[in-house]
C-alpha cells in the first residue's frame, strides 16, 4: 500500500474518482442483481439443495458484507466528492480486500454447483452466472483503478 504522506491529489483526478465512484454504484446494482436471481433460485429445490451452491451464498453474503462494512465504499457510496487521501486508502481497506476473496470463492463455488446436471437445467444459474461475472468484473476495476490513483497520486521521491 502508498504511504499516504506522499500523496497529492490535484483536481483533474476528480474525473478519475467520480469514475469510481460510478463503478461502485453499478456494483451496487449488481449485488442487487445477484440477490433477486438467488432469492429465485432458491425456489428450486435441486438448486437450493445443492452444497455448493450453499456454499456460494455463504461466500457472496460474507463478500458483500465486507464490501458494506468497508468504511471507504460506504463513505464513498454517501459522496460524490472524493478528495482526502485517506478516504481513498479506506477504499482499499482490508474489509474491501476481504470481500474480493470471498467473491472469487463464491464464485468458485457456483462453477462447482452449476456443474450437476440438475442445478444447471435451471435458467436461473445462467442469469446468476452472468451476474456475478459483472460483479466481478466491476470489482476487479474499481480495486485496480484505486491502485492506480494511489500509485499516480505518489509524489517523485527527489534525490539529494
Not at 500523496?7 to 454504484?25: D, G, K, V
Not at 442487487?32 to 439443495?49: G, H, K, P, Q
Not at 452444497?51 to 463513505?75: C, D, K, P, W
Request: net charge negative; charged share 20%; aromatic share 8%.
Amino acid at each position: 500500500m502508498v504511504e499516504l504522506q506522499h500523496i497529492h491529489l490535484t483536481p483533474y483526478r476528480t474525473s478519475e474518482l467520480h469514475n469510481i465512484l460510478a463503478l461502485m454504484q453499478l456494483q451496487s446494482t449488481y449485488i442487487n442483481r445477484v440477490y433477486r436471481i438467488i432469492y429465485n433460485l432458491c425456489t428450486d429445490f435441486n438448486v437450493a439443495s445443492n452444497i455448493e451452491f450453499q456454499e456460494f451464498t455463504m461466500h457472496f453474503n460474507l463478500f458483500v458484507r465486507y464490501q458494506a462494512g468497508g468504511e471507504g465504499y460506504s463513505q464513498a457510496l454517501d459522496s460524490m466528492q472524493v478528495y482526502c487521501h485517506a478516504l481513498l486508502e479506506k477504499l482499499l481497506d482490508t474489509q474491501v480486500m476481504a470481500a474480493a476473496e470471498q467473491l472469487e470463492l463464491a464464485v468458485g463455488h457456483l462453477e462447482l454447483a452449476a456443474r450437476e446436471v440438475k442445478v444447471r437445467a435451471n435458467p436461473q444459474i445462467l442469469l446468476l452466472n452472468q451476474a456475478i461475472c459483472l460483479l466481478e468484473e466491476t470489482e476487479l476495476k474499481i480495486i485496480e483503478a484505486l491502485e492506480s490513483i494511489l500509485q499516480n497520486a505518489k509524489a517523485p521521491d527527489l534525490q539529494n
